[in-house]
């Protein structure tokens, strides 16, 4: 197998006809015009942009093309700059396979490539680097296995191979790389054990193994002489270690994730007294948090969720942890109610309690916690009311997630003062009251507002509409009345960007693990979305008591994905430009009093999956498309007795199939101040009433005779009437 070119006699001129082979490889985008119009033959190749040369001999040394947003493929003469220390071409999107020519370069010392579009192997011929010390590819699409090569790299202190479809097993060899401070295999495809050798890496202070498919048991062995490492991650396999097993290690950082650990909070873990973060997650652990958390005083976030932790929260944890920012405890059996000494953790920023059983009320002291970004309660027994005091932590609230609790009351006014909040989700509980018009006026960041599933009463008050950057308005299963306000096709969070990949919102959350994550009605099924959840656009006000016609001004919300008015007591037209809502995938407008033809644009939405307008009155021909076609199930429109023409059975006469006059016209028409035939009716009303008006009283205005024989005629009856 040939692993690299032969080398040839090499000098300046052969640097730059090498440079100039590289800048003719980059294809289809250089967009800052950088090598374009900097790299010419005109001038010295060494001034030119990310080259650095030798005073001596004048020879490239550094050749630095990072984050230019660069395309192309990697030139092999790159393998004929042979005074090369540093080639960085991180952060572009070059593309196709890595030379086998780099491999000549034997005066390399570093070596970064992260973030491009790389493919097939890792060259054999990295293994003759013998001069690297550093080597990052991380972030690319490369795949085979793991060159045992690279164990000759006797000078290599970092080795990133992150974030790639590496298969195989890890190679013993790299036990051999005694220089080596951090090796970062993550977020790969490796699969077999650990090899033993990696515990001889008395260097080592970072070891990343987690997200591959490594099987097989941990022993102490692995770790034998790691006593400088500070920072450990693992996924997926079985530690086997004695129970008064003492690490060489003093870590900060600490990941173990779906790793069998033996049930109990590990003794070798609570002797890691200067840990940082430690993180534990889905490891089956079934002890109690009095049992795992020893004074861990320097701990700043931690991770214990999907496990099965059991018993209440520690009276105490504020002085177990006290220095905590982030705090995940979700997906165990916690029980008990939230202890007062939570809010002693003042520097809490994050506290995810979700999905446990926890009861009892609200404490009033979490309105202490004023760093407080998100504070996620969902999915326990939590009852009572929102304490006055949550407006305590007005000044940094983003995100509150109390959805799915036993609670009731009104919206305390104190919430007021959340103004930078932007998800309120307290839905699926048994809050009371008029929907607060306060809402409107003060938390203008709101992205998603999620209140279904509350016995909420009133009309949606109008300041709603003034929520512009709303992504997800669900107010379903509640008891409002009233219309559906125009305003809310101003809802611009609703609408597609063409200046940007996705909408307006996104959740950002703060810490080192996120928190977004919801469910949401979608489709006619209750999805939980965590990771897409940013891409969720929905608007759902289905099972109220809303009266009155579908506002046009909705088909202006370009970029909802799912609408739901169904069960309510609509009436009217469906709005004729429903098809300008092209992103719309679910439509339910069921069970309401809707009538009229279907519009003949509903064919025009091509993402449409789920269709219901069933049980209305609507008539005529339903419309035919490519994408309507696939929607073939007759429950879609079955209670419409007046509907006919495919999926239904019922044919259409040929009459009704011609469409009228009106419809062609009223969706150029629609929303205009025009006169309509309401208005028509009411002008000949009042004509009538003024002819018949002055048809009488004008004739005894100007009638002398009439007027008396009128007078009397009338003063004759009122006396037979009255006076018997």
């Not at 090899?195 to 008395?202: F, I, N, T």
């Not at 088909?555 to 739901?564: E, F, W």
Request: net charge negative; proline share 4%; glycine share 8%.
């Amino acid at each position: 197998m040939k692993i690299f070119l032969a080398a040839s006699p090499h000098n300046s001129s052969t640097d730059e006809h090498s440079l100039l082979a590289i800048k003719s490889h980059i294809i289809t985008s250089d967009p800052n015009n950088t090598l374009a119009s900097n790299w010419s033959v005109g001038t010295s190749f060494c001034t030119w942009i990310g080259i650095k040369c030798s005073r001596k001999h004048l020879r490239v040394t550094w050749l630095d093309l990072s984050n230019m947003d660069l395309q192309g493929t990697i030139a092999k003469e790159i393998g004929n700059l042979s005074f090369l220390t540093y080639i960085d071409i991180s952060s572009n999107s070059f593309s196709g396979v890595i030379p086998d020519e780099i491999g000549n370069l034997k005066r390399l010392r570093g070596l970064e490539m992260s973030y491009n579009q790389l493919i097939g192997e890792i060259p054999l011929s990295f293994g003759l680097l013998t001069n690297l010390e550093f080597l990052s590819i991380p972030g690319n699409y490369l795949s085979g296995h793991i060159p045992i090569s690279l164990g000759n790299l006797s000078a290599l202190t970092q080795l990133q191979l992150s974030n790639n479809s590496l298969s195989g097993s890890i190679p013993s060899s790299l036990g051999d790389l005694r220089a080596l401070t951090s090796l970062d295999l993550s977020y790969n495809r490796l699969s077999g054990g650990i090899p033993l050798s990696l515990g001889q890496l008395s260097n080592l202070d970072t070891l990343f193994l987690i997200s591959n498919f490594l099987d097989g048991i941990v022993f102490e062995d692995h770790f034998a002489k790691l006593e400088k490492l500070s920072w450990l991650t693992i996924s997926s396999l079985k530690f086997k270690v004695k129970l008064d097993w003492v690490p060489p290690f003093q870590l900060q950082w600490l990941t173990l994730e779906s790793c069998d650990i033996g049930g109990q909070f590990p003794q070798w873990v609570q002797m890691q007294k200067e840990l940082l973060e430690l993180e534990i997650v889905n490891c089956s652990i079934s002890d109690t948090l009095s049992n795992s958390l020893y004074n861990y005083k320097n701990l700043l976030a931690l991770d214990l969720s999907n496990n099965h932790i059991q018993g209440p929260i520690p009276n105490n944890i504020s002085q177990m942890v006290p220095s905590l920012d982030i705090l995940y405890l979700d997906q165990n059996n916690i029980n008990g109610s939230l202890p007062d000494s939570l809010c002693e953790i003042k520097s809490l920023q994050v506290m995810d309690l979700s999905r446990n059983h926890l009861s009892g009320n609200l404490p009033g002291c979490l309105g202490n916690l004023h760093n407080l970004n998100a504070m996620k309660l969902s999915y326990n027994e939590i009852s009572g009311i929102i304490p006055n005091s949550i407006g305590g932590a007005a000044s940094s609230l983003q995100w509150l997630h109390l959805n799915n609790n036993n609670l009731t009351g009104k919206l305390p006014f104190s919430l007021k003062n959340c103004t930078k909040l932007k998800v309120v989700d307290i839905g699926d509980n048994m809050f009371s009251g008029n929907l607060p018009k306060w809402i409107g006026n003060y938390m203008l960041d709101l992205g998603v507002l999620r209140l279904r599933n509350n016995k909420f009463y009133g009309q949606i008050p109008l300041e709603v509409c003034q929520l512009l950057k709303l992504q997800i308005l669900d107010l379903a299963n509640n008891n409002l009345t009233g219309g559906i306000p125009n305003c809310f096709g101003n809802f611009s969070g609703m609408v597609v960007n063409p200046k940007l990949d996705n909408y307006h919102f996104a959740t950002n959350y703060v810490g080192y693990w996120n928190l977004e994550g919801f469910n949401e009605v979608l489709k006619g099924l209750e999805l939980e979305y965590s990771k897409t959840s940013r891409f969720v656009v929905n608007l759902d006000v289905s099972n109220n008591i809303l009266v009155g016609e579908i506002p046009w001004e909705l088909t202006r919300l370009s970029g909802l994905i799912g609408l739901n008015l169904s069960h309510n007591h609509l009436v009217g037209k469906i709005p004729e430009r429903i098809g300008d809502m092209k992103s719309m995938e679910s439509l339910d407008l069921s069970n309401n009093n809707l009538s009229g033809t279907i519009p003949s644009s509903l064919s025009d939405l091509s993402s449409i999956s789920r269709l219901n307008l069933s049980y209305n009155n609507l008539s005529g021909k339903i419309p035919t498309g490519s994408q309507l076609q696939t929607l073939d199930y007759p429950s879609i429109y079955e209670g419409n007795p007046q509907l006919c023409g495919a999926p239904l059975p019922k044919k259409c006469e040929e009459a009704s199939m011609v469409p009228s006059i009106t419809d062609n016209h009223v969706a150029a028409n629609e929303g205009d101040n025009i006169i309509d035939d309401k208005v028509l009716l009411s002008i000949v009303i009042i004509c009538g009433f003024a002819t018949g008006f002055w048809g009488v009283i004008g004739i005894l205005v100007f009638n002398k005779r009439w007027r008396q024989a009128y007078f009397e005629f009338a003063e004759e009856k009122i006396s037979r009437l009255f006076g018997g």
